[in-house]
């Protein structure tokens, strides 16, 4: 896992950074909300995968038992439902245009008032992105109100497991603290409608991370600062609100440069406090764990085990130290996490003395992922976990610790016994879909991090886990023969290959014989042509296309293949394929089965690699092109010619499905424009006209990525979104 392109959640380092920015929207004007036409009432659901995502935080209420919330770095919040034993999501109405406020930055909660929820959101705090907001709610997230920030926020940037960096006053609920980036700390007397920049004593810089965390203490406040360079103070308290210092005899050097997370313990009045040498979730390598008694100002050193140590396989026991959380009905006892800990693999360790001595609870730890199989990475068992920053330890149950990884969120009530706690959590970043004409499952998903799911049920997540042999953390392709639908090829980042076919539908896979050389460092998208017997793989920019007609046993370089396309195959013609140059807005098509391309169709709207090319089944040469807010276009001879529809203005992502009883078309999905908003539409008439079928509480940001309907149920709808998994859609009854 450590050697795959974590593309969404590891967005700012290396390659990885240009992939995830290059497939974010370009924000078009703020749209107003639209109804769903008459008609178009749909019920909306996850597909289950089980949650795939970066937990980077859970707050259980203080006062109110079977309570809690979860936040993630791109798909948003939810409350837990103790009567279910699920995850409600809450910012689904999230919408297209706010597509960066999908990120949840940090999250609150008053002790004294239990409806009360607080949420500050924005997944970047780039120049590109829009500024942050917060959400707050009086009745657990049911309905919100809205405060726009001048400021930006970052859930999806390094540091985003740090915090919390939001907090209700202990002193008084109306008063909010919200620490920010690179714009200081800022404050609201008026319960998050409004917000001023308070006084603080430290100035930020350019690493990104400014405040890292606030946690009250008693009727006084404490701020972690990240921006040190660990000689300078890290940890600030106000008792007043008012005035801020820097807390005396704090640790300093490496091991104590950033801190983490931080909790108290209001029965002995100690404040612990995690450290590592960066912010995480990457790239840390060093880190403590220390206490200060607040009544004495006394610190204590109580870190369990120092990074650095030697491992069996000669290397370095290098890590940091990320989630605390304290038991709020017995003194002392604690547990915090290991981050970044490759080698020996991340844990838990808890206390029962004030951190005397430690256990670690991974030691004995017996993991059952029946319930979501793809935590086993293709291998015989699952690992504790990985990107441990979130820990919470329910405040009426001492044997219920939670904490979230990478892709889930673990949880036990016994300290032996472990299981996902992710019931309604869907976090999966999505890049294609296939719904099959024939077989077992209805859906084949390709996701970030997560490579290809074989969709059984829509209702449990893959009993076969992730596609394996190989196994691939992102997919950049997936495609089926539409004559031999049981014939199905995908594409990804892999460390052991990153190609592979499969024969039964998507069940199993094989690897590639063989692959052209920048495959491993390029990976891009693939397709099939109607019968199976062709391949064309697409890589970068600077990249040929190659071409196999042995299953991937060898590959032979297609010269006048538009480099970086995404080539389409024509579901009936077995020679024909169809790529669009996105650099020159020039169609191309191949008749000979992908030897050789030819331009047609020129003068096209170019410069997005967004821009979208889509073949209608059944039909050769029917070929529709979204080209964003350009508008959608249509060819019927193959692309030599291309004609606008009139029907809409902006089209993002095409997909088909089955024909309305009496038509002869297939049903046709979009997210694009109609009118003035970006939503979810059908058209039974060849686009013709059209139905919005998603509502303004059903939105998820940005889902501009893929859109298939089902060719075997009509009106079935799945869409890829970018942060809550495969949302799909069927008409109400």
Not at 172 to 178: C, G, N, R
Not at 482 to 509: E, F, I, L, Q
Not at 634 to 646: L, Y
Request: aromatic share 10%; glycine share 14%.
């Amino acid at each position: 896992m450590s050697t795959f392109h974590l593309s969404r959640r590891a967005v700012l380092a290396g390659t990885a950074a240009t992939a995830a920015v290059a497939a974010l929207p370009v924000r078009q004007g703020h749209a107003q909300a639209a109804v769903p036409a008459a008609g178009g009432a749909y019920r909306w659901r996850n597909a289950v995968q089980g949650g795939t995502g970066f937990i980077t935080g859970v707050l259980f209420h203080p006062s109110v038992r079977g309570l809690a919330y979860a936040r993630t770095d791109i798909g948003g919040a939810y409350r837990w439902d103790d009567r279910t034993d699920r995850w409600i999501p809450l910012t689904d109405h999230i919408g297209w245009d706010d597509w960066n406020l999908l990120g949840v930055e940090a999250m609150a909660v008053d002790p004294a008032h239990p409806n009360r929820l607080y949420l500050a959101l924005g997944t970047y705090a780039q120049s590109w992105a829009g500024n942050g907001a917060v959400l707050r709610s009086e009745d657990r997230g049911a309905t919100w109100k809205r405060t726009d920030l001048t400021v930006k926020l970052g859930a999806n940037e390094d540091g985003r497991g740090c915090g919390e960096r939001l907090l209700v006053d202990p002193r008084d609920s109306d008063t909010l603290w919200l620490g920010t980036r690179h714009d200081g700390l800022l404050r609201s007397t008026d319960r998050g409608a409004t917000w001023q920049a308070a006084s603080f004593p430290a100035a930020p810089s350019a690493t990104g991370q400014g405040i890292t965390l606030l946690v009250a203490a008693g009727r006084s406040v404490y701020a972690g600062w990240g921006d040190s360079d660990g000689t300078s103070a890290n940890l600030y308290r106000t008792a007043d609100g008012t005035t801020w210092e820097a807390v005396p005899g704090q640790p300093a050097g490496t091991a104590a440069k950033v801190p983490v997370r931080a909790a108290y313990d209001r029965h002995t009045r100690e404040l612990y406090v995690t450290y590592a040498n960066a912010p995480g979730p990457n790239g840390q390598s060093d880190g403590s764990v220390h206490k200060l008694r607040t009544t004495t100002g006394k610190w204590t050193e109580v870190t369990p085990v120092k990074p650095g140590g030697p491992t069996s396989d000669g290397g370095t026991d290098s890590f940091g130290y990320g989630g605390v959380a304290v038991d709020a009905r017995r003194p002392g006892t604690v547990v915090v996490s290991t981050n970044n800990r490759w080698s020996l693999v991340d844990t838990l360790y808890r206390t029962t003395d004030g951190g005397r001595t430690w256990t670690s609870l991974k030691d004995k730890a017996v993991l059952d992922v029946s319930e979501t199989p793809y935590l086993k990475w293709g291998a015989d068992k699952p690992k504790f976990g990985w990107w441990i920053q979130a820990v919470a330890l329910d405040p009426f149950d001492s044997g219920h610790i939670v904490y979230g990884t990478g892709a889930t969120l673990y949880g036990t009530r016994d300290l032996k016994h472990w299981a996902p706690e992710i019931r309604g959590l869907e976090e999966a970043s999505i890049r294609q879909l296939i719904s099959p004409p024939a077989g077992e499952a209805h859906l084949i998903s390709g996701s970030g991090d997560i490579g290809v799911m074989y969709h059984e049920r829509l209702t449990a997540s893959p009993s076969r886990g992730m596609a394996s042999n190989p196994v691939f953390g992102t997919s950049t392709g997936l495609a089926l023969a539409a004559a031999k639908p049981s014939y199905v090829v995908r594409a990804g980042w892999g460390d052991n290959g990153n190609g592979a076919w499969s024969n039964d539908g998507g069940k199993t896979w094989a690897p590639f014989e063989s692959q052209p050389s920048m495959a491993k460092s390029a990976p891009g998208p693939i397709t099939t042509n109607a019968d199976g017997s062709v391949l064309l793989w697409s890589f970068g920019t600077g990249d040929p296309g190659f071409r196999s007609a042995d299953n991937g046993g060898s590959w032979s370089e297609v010269a006048s293949f538009p480099k970086g396309a995404v080539p389409v195959a024509d579901p009936v013609d077995p020679s024909r394929f169809y790529a669009f140059d996105t650099t020159t807005g020039t169609l191309h098509a191949s008749t000979d089965s992908g030897r050789t391309f030819t331009a047609r169709a020129t003068g096209l709207n170019s410069g997005d690699t967004e821009f979208q090319l889509a073949v209608a089944p059944g039909r050769s040469g029917d070929l529709w092109l979204s080209l964003k807010w350009n508008g959608l276009y249509r060819s019927t001879d193959g692309g030599a010619t291309f004609t606008k529809v009139g029907s809409c203005w902006a089209s993002y992502t095409l997909g088909f499905g089955k024909a309305a009883e009496g038509a002869s078309y297939p049903a046709l999905y979009m997210v694009g424009s109609t009118e003035s908003i970006t939503a979810v539409y059908r058209s039974d008439d060849e686009a013709e006209s059209w139905t919005r079928i998603n509502d303004d509480q059903h939105q998820w940001g940005w889902i501009g990525a893929a859109i298939s309907g089902d060719p075997r149920v009509y009106g079935r709808v799945y869409i890829a979104t970018n942060g809550r998994g495969v949302q799909y859609g069927e008409p109400a009854r």
